[in-house]
């Protein structure tokens, strides 16, 4: 961390409340999320994206690669266009076929290397992939928003701009694969470059570069240029499954240090003393900008619309504060996270977002511990007393499940045997509940807890004799010294949705516009408003964007 | 074939809990999968076909070793494993000082790629078109 010393701060929100899966399920993107963390990485290295191969043809087939300098490295983005059947686009893992494939190369590929991936890439998990391809991605176009804009430009005018702000995105990703893939390189090849160490950074530059093909395609069969202000709201989709899920699970570490990360950011800007004229100008100015995004966020689902609606008329009861006396007092971000309160989870979420963005100089450096290298580890000299202890005080919400009731083990996660696909069955209606993946955490550690109740000895002890709870034990070892490494609800209740840790992990991404499509699937926007290939030179400022000012 | 060690490492997990072995031991072969060498993914292949016996003992084995207890440790796969522990295995005692990380692709014969994919299938779920249609929480069709 570049901090010397620890700035003052608030306490950390408990877990207890933070890890609560509907509080994930409202999480909003702050500046300390992968993709705004990247980009003023861009902006500070005054990154330079260069476009070295165009080869696509009158109907907008072939590939392109584009070149990016980073911290000392070349990254380049091979691209390729293909023609796909409309009964082939679906943005599922079963899927065959996509519009467009991607991989992201470790340097500057010769004809040879961009043959190879233009062979290998279209057929993504079919494939092979070699160490220097890095992350490996797919997309599928928004037909009716990349056919008006193609057909817009073709007739000599600019695409509908309420078009352009309904959907945002010109391609949605279906996957974005790093870390081994496939037999793309490892993370530890990238791990320790500048730029590069943070999570799934390489990802991040993936679609960003994604995003700025996807304008480049459109410019080229459309024979004209977007406006700038078009083209800088027209960010990167992406549809998200059941298959993210499980990382927030089975990364207890990774999602402890962001956690950690976030909060502590929160802490300390609810600890700032006082604030200058300019920073009560620029919350208030932000303040307008999240009013507006609000109202640009429109989602087909009635349910989703009508708590976007609730929390369009709670943000506006609460920027009040910002022209009341709330300002004048001591401690006014304090102040201003007090009167969020009151309000719904999905308020307060967006307020600690909104109450950390104008403090970079505070809360950035907090970034470079978002990475960790370790895996929880087994204790096995840790006294029984103290898995005990520990048991009582962070396991409450898993000890009180009553696993008899049907409802409360009511689904069951598992993988299926077509292309792997991560899905949701009922356990008492559908078969295949005895090949379950693990996500049943809070009945692990019931189980385990209930079976040590009964043993008399030490740990190894109770290792040796039941090896079944090893991994229920090295959770609750691991919660005792990251408290923010457990979802603190149970994953198999009937009233679990998938949808809130999608949410969580999407909005670490930087992800906003959340538009879910089902209680297990959501669609999002990344990058829009963010800066384009060409704007790396402007200080970023595009948190929680509003169409036609970012 | 060249594997990368994610792949390798999420493989012998799915192996592992496909052959009956308990999720811990799983995750242990997991942490593991950056400091093994072909002959141990050999190895491991072997003892899971046989109901994975050696690796659950051996697990025990480092637990005891890393309390201090003494242990006889005559497996070959001991000192990666304790490696994935985070300290080394000198003379059948625990020595501290992490071991590197093997960040080189690891060669694996195709014949035993397979073996660990028989067992791995194990966890998954056959598709039926009730699963497809619902199980995902999604169309099948993307064309909007």
Known sequence: MKDL?????????????????????????????????????????????????????KAGYGHAVYSIDLGGHTYSLVAVSTRISDAQRTDRVIAQEWDSAYVLYDGIPDAAEIARICQAAPKQEAARFGERDLVLSRANKSVR????????????????????????????????????KFGIADRARIADRPGLGGPFMAEMLTVWLIRGFTHDLVEHLGGATLDRHLKRHLGIGNATGLGMAPFLVSHPLLLDAWMQVRETALARVRAIPDLTSAEVACLRSLAGRVTRHLGDWRVPDADAQAEIGLLRREWSGFIRHLGDVTLQGPEPINALWEAAQTGSVALQELVAAFLIEPFGALVDGLTECMATPFLPRIEPEMPVAEIRVALMRDWGWALAVDFDRTDQQAQFWYVSQAKLEPRLGLRHHEPGAERESPLDVARQVQAMARTLEQHDGDLIGFLRAHPEHRAALRRVQTLIRHPYAEI??????????????????????GAAKFDPKSDRWTRITLA??????????????????????? | MKRSRAELAAQLMKAARGAGLPLGV???????AGFLDPEDV?????????????????MHALDAVECGQGSSLTSSLAPALAAARGWRLEAGRKAEGAVPVL???IEIPDDRWAELDAHAARTYVPDTAASRAQGAGAGQIDND
């Open chain 2, 42 to 58: 050999a190895r491991i292949a072997a003892d899971l076909a046989q109901g994975g016996a050696e690796l659950v003992a051996l």
């Open chain 2, 103 to 105: 960040s080189h692709r």
């Open chain 1, 145 to 180: 928003l990349f056919t008006h804009v193609v057909q817009a430009l073709r007739a000599g005018r600019q695409p509908d701009a309420d078009r352009i702000r309904d959907t945002g995105y010109l391609m949605r990703t279906t996957a974005v694969y790093g870390n081994g």
């Open chain 2, 26 to 32: 799983a995750e242990d072969l997991y942490a593991a």
């Open chain 1, 488 to 509: 603190r609800d149970n994953l198999i209740d009937a009233d679990c949705r998938p949808v809130d840790m999608l949410r969580c992990k999407l909005a670490f991404f």
């Open chain 1, 528 to 550: 829009q408003g963010a800066p384009l290939a060409d704007e790396l030179d402007r200080t970023p400022d595009w948190w929680m964007p509003a169409f036609g000012t970012a």
């Open chain 1, 5 to 57: 010393a620890e700035p003052r701060r608030f306490v950390l929100r408990a877990p207890a409340q933070v890890m609560r899966l509907r509080r994930m399920g409202a999480a909003f993107p702050t500046r300390l999320s992968f993709l705004p963390t990247l980009l003023r990485r861009l902006h500070d290295d005054a990154a330079q994206v260069t476009r070295p191969v165009w080869r696509i043809d």
